[in-house]
C-alpha cells in the first residue's frame, strides 16, 4: 500500500455547533477478544482500559462496547441475566468504572449495548416468571397456551434455527424466544417490563456511558394476537434456516415499539447530551429504520447491514445506501459499518488475497467519506482477514447448529494481535478462547505502528482528515458517476466542498467525464490523483 498523500490542516470551527456524534466515528469493542489482563484467555474490562490509548490513537470519537454483563454465555453476553452488574469473567463494576474514567480523560466517549428485546433464561424475571402463572413476573415474558393438538402456539422460526416456542412444564404453556431457546422474549408490551428496562438505562447513564447502541430493536414486541406468519416467496438465494421461509410480520416490528423508543429517548435525554443507534436487521430495514429514527423523539440514528453481509463492494450498492438517506427534514441520520462481530471480516468476503492490501485502503478511505456516522470494528484498522475456525473449535451457537452453510461468526472474533513477537500476541493468554488468525501475527499493532505506508497509519489520518473536514463528516452528498468500476460523489458543507473517487476494481480506469480532474489533494491511496485512477485508487480533493 502507497503512503498516503494526506492534508492535515486544525479543526475546523463550525464542528463546534454540531453535537459531538453527529458524523462520529465509533470504535467498536468485542470484550471478549479485545485483550486479556489476567490469563485466563477472555478479554475484559481490565484488558481493554489498559489499551485504550490505541483506540485513541485512532482517532476516534467513541468506543462502544459489545456486552459484558453476568450471562450464561450461550450466546456470547447476548444473554443477559443481570442487567445492572459485570460478567465475574470480565471483570467488576469497579473496573466498569475505571474503563469510564480513563476514556473520558482520553477524550472517548462509551456506549455500551442494550438488550431489551430478550434476556437470559437465567434472570431472575424469567426464573420466577416460569414458576408459576401467579408469580410477580408471570407477564413478563411471553407465554401462551398450546394449541389442541399440543403444537406451539404458531408457526414462527426462531433465527437460530427451529420453532420460536419452547415447551415448559412448569407453566404448562409455551415460551417465545426469536433466538435460542435459553433467550425468552421480554413481554415488553408490559407496561412494568418497560419501567424496568428504563430503570436499567438510568443505572447506566448514572455510572457515566454516554450513549447506548440497542439491540435488535425491531424484535422487541410481538403481536398479541398470536397470527401465523405467511410463507415468504421464492427467491435466488438460498435458504438455510427455517427462518428464512417466511414474511416476518408477526413475531417482530409490532406498530407499538417506537411508543417505547420515544419513552427510552425522553430518559436517556434528561442526562445530557448522550447518543443512541438502534440495530435494525431483516427483509424490512431500511423502512424501520427510519422510523425509529424519525424527528427527534426517536434513536439518533441506526444501523443497518447494507453491508456487512454483502458478498461484493460495487458502486451501486454504495450509491443506493447513500441516497436512501436524504438530507430532508424529519429523515433520521444513518450510520454506515462494513464490519462488525456478528459478519464475517470484509476483506475477506470482497477481494482477492492478492489484491486485499489495495483493496483495503481504499476501503478505508470510502467508509471515512461516507455521510453518516461511521464504526469500525476492533482489527479492522489493521485489514485483518477472517479465520477459518474448524468445527471442533466454533463456539458460535449458529454456526453450529447450521454448519457447514452459515459462516462463522467466529472467524471474526479472534483475538486482537498486539505484538508480532509475542507468544499469545501481546493478547494476555496463550490458549484464548478461540485461536488465533495464522497471518494476524504479521499484521500486529507493533508492526503497523512502525510502518509509515500501514493500514493502521492510513486509518489514523484517514480519520483524522475527517475530524479537520466537516463537509465529510456532516455535508450533503451527491452522486456525481457510478458504473460497475467507478464511484464519485461529492460531499458539501461548512463551506467546502470535497469530490471523493473510488476505483472499486484491481483494473486502472479512465477518468469519467464529467467529474473535475484537478484539484487540492487531501488525501489518496495506491498512487490515485486527478485525472488517474489505479487499481484500488482512492481520493479526496477539492475541486479547482
Known amino acids: 500500500m502507497t503512503k498516503p498523500i494526506c492534508d492535515t490542516r486544525p479543526a475546523h470551527p463550525s464542528l463546534q455547533d454540531t453535537p459531538w456524534w453527529?458524523?462520529?466515528s465509533i470504535y467498536q469493542v468485542y470484550p471478549r477478544s479485545f485483550a486479556d489482563s489476567n490469563g485466563d484467555g477472555i478479554g475484559d474490562l481490565a484488558g481493554i482500559t489498559a489499551r485504550l490509548e490505541h483506540i485513541a490513537s485512532l482517532g476516534v470519537d467513541a468506543l462502544w462496547l459489545s456486552p459484558f454483563f453476568p450471562s450464561p454465555m450461550k450466546d456470547f453476553g447476548y444473554d443477559v441475566a443481570d442487567y445492572c452488574n459485570v460478567d465475574p469473567i470480565f471483570g467488576t463494576l469497579a473496573d466498569f468504572d475505571a474503563l469510564i474514567a480513563r476514556a473520558h480523560d482520553l477524550g472517548l466517549k462509551v456506549l455500551i449495548d442494550q438488550v431489551f428485546s430478550h434476556s437470559s433464561d437465567q434472570h431472575p424475571w424469567f426464573v420466577d416468571s416460569r414458576s408459576s402463572k401467579a408469580s410477580a413476573h408471570a407477564d413478563w415474558y411471553v407465554w401462551a397456551d398450546a394449541k389442541s393438538d399440543g403444537s406451539p402456539p404458531t408457526n414462527w422460526q426462531s433465527v437460530f434455527g427451529g420453532p420460536a416456542w419452547t415447551w415448559d412444564a412448569r407453566r404448562g404453556q409455551y415460551y417465545m424466544h426469536n433466538f435460542l431457546k435459553e433467550q425468552p422474549q421480554l413481554n415488553v408490551h408490559n407496561p412494568d417490563v418497560q419501567q424496568a428496562l428504563l430503570d436499567v438505562l438510568g443505572f447506566w447513564l448514572d455510572r457515566g456511558v454516554d450513549g447506548f447502541r440497542m439491540d435488535a430493536v425491531n424484535f422487541a414486541m410481538h403481536d398479541p394476537e398470536l397470527r401465523d406468519n405467511p410463507p415468504a416467496p421464492l427467491t435466488d438465494k438460498p435458504r438455510t434456516r427455517p427462518f428464512d421461509f417466511q414474511l416476518k410480520l408477526?413475531?417482530?416490528?409490532h406498530p407499538d415499539i417506537p411508543g417505547f423508543v420515544e419513552r427510552m429517548r425522553a430518559l436517556i435525554d434528561s442526562h445530557g447530551d448522550k447518543f443512541t443507534v438502534a440495530e435494525v436487521g431483516g427483509d424490512d430495514a431500511e423502512r424501520e429504520m427510519k422510523l425509529f429514527t424519525a424527528g427527534g423523539t426517536r434513536f439518533d440514528s441506526a444501523y443497518g447491514f447494507d453491508f456487512l453481509y454483502a458478498e461484493k463492494l460495487t458502486p451501486q450498492m454504495v450509491a443506493d445506501a447513500l441516497l436512501s438517506w436524504p438530507d430532508t427534514p424529519g429523515t433520521g441520520w444513518p450510520s454506515w459499518a462494513f464490519e462488525n462481530h456478528d459478519a464475517?471480516?470484509?476483506?475477506s468476503r470482497w477481494v482477492d488475497a492478492e489484491h486485499r492490501d489495495a483493496f483495503a485502503g481504499m476501503k478505508m478511505l470510502l467508509l471515512v467519506a461516507l455521510r453518516g456516522n461511521i464504526f469500525l470494528y476492533q482489527g479492522e484498522e489493521l485489514g485483518l482477514p477472517q479465520v477459518d475456525i474448524p468445527f471442533e473449535r466454533l463456539?458460535?451457537?449458529?454456526?453450529?447448529?447450521?454448519?457447514?452453510?452459515?459462516l462463522s461468526r467466529d472467524g471474526a472474533r479472534t483475538p486482537m494481535p498486539w505484538r508480532h513477537s509475542a507468544n499469545d500476541l501481546g493478547f494476555g493468554s496463550g490458549d484464548?478462547?478461540?485461536?488465533?488468525g495464522e497471518d494476524h501475527a504479521a499484521l500486529s499493532v507493533d508492526v503497523q505502528a512502525r510502518d509509515p505506508h500501514s493500514l493502521l497509519n492510513l486509518v489514523r489520518a484517514a480519520l483524522r482528515l475527517r475530524k479537520t473536514h466537516p463537509a465529510l463528516a456532516t455535508g450533503s452528498v451527491a452522486i456525481l458517476h457510478c458504473d460497475a468500476q467507478l464511484l464519485a460523489f461529492e460531499r458539501v458543507g461548512h463551506g467546502q466542498r470535497i469530490i471523493a473517487m473510488f476505483n472499486m476494481q484491481a483494473d486502472v480506469a479512465r477518468w469519467p467525464e464529467g467529474v473535475p480532474g484537478t484539484g487540492e489533494v487531501l488525501m489518496a491511496v495506491n498512487d490515485a490523483a486527478p485525472g488517474a485512477l489505479p487499481g484500488h485508487g482512492a481520493l479526496l480533493f477539492v475541486p479547482d
Do not use: C, H, M, V
Open 22 to 24: 453527529k458524523g462520529a
Open 344 to 347: 464475517p471480516r470484509a476483506l
Open 395 to 406: 463456539q458460535d451457537p449458529e454456526a453450529i447448529t447450521n454448519w457447514p452453510l452459515t
Open 432 to 436: 484464548p478462547w478461540l485461536p488465533f
Open 250 to 253: 408477526y413475531n417482530q416490528s
